[in-house]
C-alpha cells in the first residue's frame, strides 16, 4: 500500500506514513513540505473533509500481506494470533490535533460473532475506508488460517466507534466503494450465496 499518500481535505496538505526511531508513524506537510502535524500511528484512510484518520498496525500485515504491509518497524505482537493491545489494535486520528483515539483491539472485534474458522488463526485489520460525509468508515477484519487461506469479514461504525455493524459478507470481500452514506459497493461473496464471487451493493 505504498506511504498511503493523500490529500488533508481540500487544503493544500498532505498525509503519509514514515518510520521513526524503528516506530510508524504519519506526517502532515503543507504545499511548501513544511511539517504541520505528527501522528503516533500510520493511516490507513483520511476522511473527505481531511479532519480525521483511521489508524491500524502496518508491521502487522507483513507476515500475512506483505504487499500491504513495511519492511520497517516492529510488531510487538508478531507471535500473538489475536492482539488484546488496545493501542495497536483500530484507532482514528485527530488530523488538527495529532491526537490518537483508540477505538477496538483485534481481540474485541475477533470476540464479536467468532466464525469456526478464527480459532488458532492469524488475525488483523486492514482496508479502511470513510463514506463520503466522513460519519462512517469500512474495514476489513481479515484471519489467516494455517498460514494458507485468508478470511475477510466487514465491519463498518462511526468515528467514536458506535454503532457497529458486520456486514452479511461470505468468506471473501474486496475493493470496495462507497456510492453515497447509505450504499456499498464490495467484490467478494455474501452469505446466502454461496461462494460465488460477485459484486454486493449492501445498503
Not at 463514506?131 to 498460514?147: E, I, M
Amino acid at each position: 500500500m505504498g506511504a498511503q499518500l493523500q490529500w488533508v481535505g481540500r487544503r493544500a496538505q498532505v498525509i503519509f506514513n514514515d518510520v521513526e526511531d524503528g516506530e510508524h508513524v504519519a506526517r502532515v506537510l503543507d504545499a511548501d513540505g513544511r511539517p504541520v502535524t505528527r501522528v503516533a500511528r500510520p493511516i490507513g484512510a483520511v476522511s473527505p473533509d481531511g479532519t480525521r484518520a483511521v489508524c491500524h498496525e502496518f508491521a502487522r500485515l507483513r507476515r500475512c500481506a506483505s504487499g500491504y504491509g513495511y519492511a520497517t518497524g516492529t510488531d510487538p505482537d508478531d507471535g500473538v494470533e489475536v492482539p488484546t493491545d488496545l493501542a495497536r489494535g483500530l484507532s482514528v486520528a485527530d488530523l488538527a490535533a495529532g491526537s490518537v483515539r483508540h477505538l477496538f483491539s483485534v481481540a474485541d472485534i475477533a470476540a464479536m460473532d467468532p466464525h469456526p474458522t478464527m480459532r488458532g488463526a492469524y488475525h488483523y485489520f486492514t482496508h479502511p475506508l470513510f463514506n463520503p460525509s466522513g460519519s462512517r468508515f469500512v474495514f476489513f477484519h481479515r484471519w489467516l488460517v494455517n498460514d494458507n487461506k485468508t478470511w475477510t469479514r466487514m465491519l463498518s461504525c462511526d468515528p467514536e466507534g458506535r454503532d457497529l455493524f458486520i456486514f452479511p459478507t461470505g468468506s471473501v470481500v474486496s475493493h470496495l466503494a462507497w456510492r453515497d452514506d447509505e450504499h456499498l459497493l464490495a467484490y467478494g461473496t455474501a452469505r446466502g450465496r454461496g461462494e460465488a464471487y460477485d459484486y454486493v451493493l449492501f445498503h
